[in-house]
């Protein structure tokens, strides 16, 4: 059978769809009815890029790992799911036999087969296999694109809560007000930190993050000419403790640093305004410059954030399903080119695009 339609990145700034075979499943797996499907920057970055550091796009490859969608068949030894069930599909499958697997760091399994990374092919297709734990069945009350959030939600949930282990009435400064970044201020909320600030330097993000989770924001000040990103992270770190009245003890310090931004600078300044003894998570650059007497002298701790692991998925489902946040503000659009292009042609700004699969009806949203 070839009836399965997918969007296909053939090289650098050229798509298109084609037919592949439909995925053929063994007994412990399902076969998934792809209805909703977030655009991750990921994938316009192989779009643009065709690669996105060591990973590179060398043949063609479908697109897509944050969806959702409805269980078109089981194998033989499935009991969790049945066929007409709606899922969401966690789209990363480990070797379950190396040290990070049994340690129960599955992320960090060196043999992972991921959607749209390469060599794998992503999840815009109209089918797509995944053994049958890495599906979660949504509650009646989330929607197929809340379904298609959970990717991006688990991302969040395995830093805010798993990796950084926030508790109630701790306080959070997240740098970057893109989806990742919105979803971490949407879970410190759920998990109850009483005072979260969002950073960036597009005021317009400000406001949206304002009115969906944070409790305040922070506009970094420009660069001034010549000045090093060093000596622009301390100045603008001084800026904000001036401005938002942050201390490095006691119940004005920040308890939790985020960086969801990916910039040298955030990270910099995160170091500054961190708390002493406090936490910082995130990804960044390949190389960043940081003020090692600094971290060392405040004992912080650092955490990277890779994807998601155990319990994730879980954690982040049932916060979705008991109303702590509403995942439908997020979703602004519909089209694929709107992430490109960070808004759509009536300027309106992108938080997130997802996208239908073939053959969605109106009453499969």
Do not use: W
Not at 11 to 23: A, D, K, L
């Amino acid at each position: 059978m070839s009836d399965n339609p997918s969007f296909v990145l053939q090289g650098v700034e050229n798509v298109s769809y084609e037919q592949r075979p439909i995925p053929q499943i063994g007994d412990d797996d399902v076969l998934v009815e792809v209805k909703k499907t977030g655009i991750c920057g990921s994938d316009v970055h192989y779009l643009v890029h065709g690669r996105i550091g060591d990973f590179v796009v060398e043949k063609p490859m479908v697109l897509g790992h944050e969806s959702a969608g409805i269980i078109s068949k089981v194998g033989n030894g499935v009991k969790n799911v049945k066929p007409g069930d709606r899922v969401a599909l966690e789209p990363g499958v480990s070797c379950r036999k190396c040290d990070a697997c049994k340690g129960g760091r599955y992320q960090l399994c060196p043999n992972m087969i991921f959607a749209a990374t390469p060599p794998y092919d992503g999840t815009l297709a109209r089918y797509y296999r995944l053994p049958a734990d890495l599906v979660y069945p949504l509650p009646d009350n989330l929607n197929l694109e809340d379904g298609a959030m959970m990717e991006p939600l688990s991302v969040a949930v395995h830093s805010v809560s798993t990796l950084a282990g926030l508790r109630a009435h701790q306080t959070v400064a997240i740098f970057g007000c893109g989806p990742v970044g919105l979803l971490c201020m949407a879970v410190a909320k759920a998990l109850g930190a009483s005072r979260i600030i969002a950073i960036d330097i597009v005021p317009s993000r400000l406001e949206f993050a304002k009115s969906y989770a944070a409790t305040e924001t922070f506009l970094p000040p420009k660069p001034n000419v010549n000045e090093s990103k060093i000596v622009y992270s301390r100045r603008s770190a001084s800026v904000m403790k001036q401005q938002l009245g942050i201390e490095e003890r006691g119940p004005k310090a920040i308890d939790l640093v985020l960086d969801a931004s990916g910039a040298e600078v955030s990270i910099q300044t995160a170091t500054f305004i961190a708390k002493i003894g406090g936490t910082f998570v995130g990804m960044g650059q390949p190389e960043v410059v940081i003020p090692i007497s600094l971290l060392l002298g405040k004992e912080l701790t650092i955490k990277g954030s890779f994807r998601y692991g155990p319990g994730d998925y879980s954690l982040a489902i049932a916060l979705a399903a008991q109303g702590k946040f509403d995942l439908k503000p997020m979703v602004t659009h519909r089209l694929f080119q709107a992430t490109k292009a960070g808004k759509s042609e009536d300027g309106k700004l992108l938080i997130k695009a997802v996208i239908s699969g073939p053959d969605v009806s109106p009453d499969e949203y």
